[in-house]
């Protein structure tokens, strides 16, 4: 499995990106793909996963409502598109994959995850 991410940059605070992870090789539906970010000095935290069929999502509480997660099958693509951004969404974006058991997406921890892109930087400014 090989995942790439891209579409970070630098935006405005109250402004939107739209991430993409393009991933190849997922052998079947019964994978789960995530988006985790990782702050200069912290540790990489939950943002949100999709199973790779696209029927499920889960999302950290703290992004509900902003961040969106989709899928496009014709395109092994995986979305995450961020709206009224703040400063402190600023981070690198990891997107990551892993086998899902029972249709599950609620894997909220990034060591649970066995393979990862490289990262693309999101940078918002006050």
């Known amino acids: 499995v090989q995942l790439q991410a891209s579409g970070g940059g630098s935006v405005q605070a109250g402004g939107s990106l739209r991430l993409s992870c393009v991933a190849s090789?997922?052998?079947?539906?019964?994978?789960?793909v995530g988006w985790f970010r990782q702050a200069p000095g912290k540790e990489r935290v939950f943002v949100a996963a999709?199973?790779?069929?696209?029927?499920?999502?889960f999302y950290a509480d703290q992004l509900k409502g902003r961040f969106t997660i989709s899928r496009d099958k014709d395109k092994n693509t995986v979305y995450l598109q961020m709206n009224s951004l703040k400063p402190e969404d600023t981070a690198v974006y990891f997107c990551a994959a892993r086998v899902a058991y029972d249709g599950s997406v609620v894997y909220a921890t990034a060591n649970n995850y066995h393979y990862w892109g490289q990262g693309t930087q999101v940078t918002v400014s006050s």
């Open positions: 999709i199973s790779w069929s696209g029927g499920s999502t």
């Open positions: 090789g997922i052998p079947s539906d019964s994978y789960a």
